[in-house]
Nanobody
Framework: QVQLVESGGGLVQAGGSLRLSCAAAERTGTINYMGWFRQAPGKEREFVTTIGWRFGYTYYADSVKGRFTISRDNAKNMVYLQMSSLKPEDTAVYYC????????????????????WGQGTQVTVSS
């Protein structure tokens, strides 16, 4: 089973940038998508972005389009989330997730499409 470990969270001022990393340990051959979700205090977990492991297709939530970029390094089994022009409303715990079951493209934004999750990393954006 794939294990995921996030890193790179922290405190940043509004307008700043931050890069999150997610390391996929052990078997990665069954991964279809790797995504990022986030959960702010008192709110439900929401989709941020995802990337197809084989072909690299990317999908973004409207709230982060043009500001966040997801990328992957298949050789290193890593996924990255480059966040720019950060806003206080981006403050949340960010989770890396892997979809290892067959995944329909129309459902890649849904958390139940992902069966493996990291422990989360806190991102705090100050105003």
């Amino acid at each position: 089973q794939v294990q995921l470990v996030e890193s790179g969270g922290g405190l940043v001022q509004a307008g700043g940038s931050l890069r999150l990393s997610c390391a996929a340990a052990e078997r990665t051959g069954t991964i279809n998508y790797m995504g990022w979700f986030r959960q702010a205090p008192g709110k439900e977990r929401e989709f941020v972005t995802t990337i197809g492991w084989r072909f690299g297709y990317t999908y973004y939530a409207d709230s982060v389009k043009g500001r966040f970029t997801i990328s992957r390094d298949n050789a290193k089994n890593m996924v990255y989330l480059q966040m720019s022009s950060l806003k206080p409303e981006d403050t949340a715990v960010y989770y890396c997730a892997a979809a290892t079951r067959p995944t329909v493209r129309s459902t890649v934004h849904m958390s139940n499409s992902y069966d493996t999750w990291g422990q989360g990393t806190q991102v705090t954006v100050s105003s």
